[in-house]
């Protein structure tokens, strides 16, 4: 009965060996716990023939911007009214730079391609807008300096340029742009998320002639 008892520890030890061997390489294997996430998709391009009459002015930026906030100044979405002083219109736009505007992601057009890629990797946290945007090499007034070709809104297919902007006319006030505001993204650490949506060229041509 001792020498059936002593191998059944002897077992019982073995396989607890055996079982924390194999659970310290799978922790091995699975290396180091991410601490960014990904955002990629496709982005479908309207009226790529106006890019032939812009291509050497230029770059096409990808960029993301911050969570939307007004005090500090930052992202993009609704400002009221008043804001930036008495009498100013308020509207919906960016306040603040990208969060990669650093380092934006510049893309590489290819002529003819009514499709294109992204990836982009991120902070965890969350996010404002994502717009594909053309700055111009020689427009130096701030509010002109990027046309907005396209945001992610939650439509895939249809563009919004993400805007909405109003002037002053004399007594009035009138709406020059008035578009859907860009969605929200919210990342942890180790996602992937795959955002598709629709970009238009020919807001250069709207844009640069305000």
């Known amino acids: 009965m001792n020498m059936l008892r002593i191998q059944k520890t002897l077992f019982l030890m073995w396989l607890v060996v055996i079982v ?23 982005i479908t391009l309207l009226n790529t023939e106006v890019w032939a009459a812009y291509q050497d002015s230029g770059e096409v930026q990808l960029t993301i911007f911050p969570e939307f906030s007004l005090n500090p100044p930052a992202g993009w ?5 008043n804001t930036f002083g008495p009498g100013v219109p308020g509207g919906t736009f960016a306040i603040g730079a990208p969060a990669n505007a650093q ?15 992204y990836e982009l990797e991120v ?36 563009v919004s340029h993400g805007i909405v902007i109003r002037v002053p006319a004399g007594p009035n006030i009138i709406t020059v742009f008035n578009e859907p505001a860009p969605s929200s993204i919210t990342v942890e650490a180790g996602d992937e998320l795959t955002i598709d949506f629709t970009a238009d060229f ?9």
């Open 20 to 42: 924390a061997g194999l659970s310290s390489c799978k922790k091995d294997d699975d290396g180091p716990a991410p601490t960014t996430a990904k955002i990629k998709g496709n």
């Open 77 to 81: 979405g609704p400002i009221p009214d």
């Open 103 to 117: 380092n934006p992601l510049v893309y590489n057009y290819q002529a003819g391609a009514n499709i294109g890629t």
């Open 123 to 158: 902070d965890p946290g969350t996010y404002s807008a994502l717009a594909l945007g053309f700055r111009h090499d020689l427009v130096t007034d701030p509010s002109l300096r990027t046309a907005t070709l396209g945001v992610h809104w939650g439509n895939a297919t249809s």
């Open 202 to 210: 020919g807001f250069i041509e709207d844009w640069y002639m305000r």
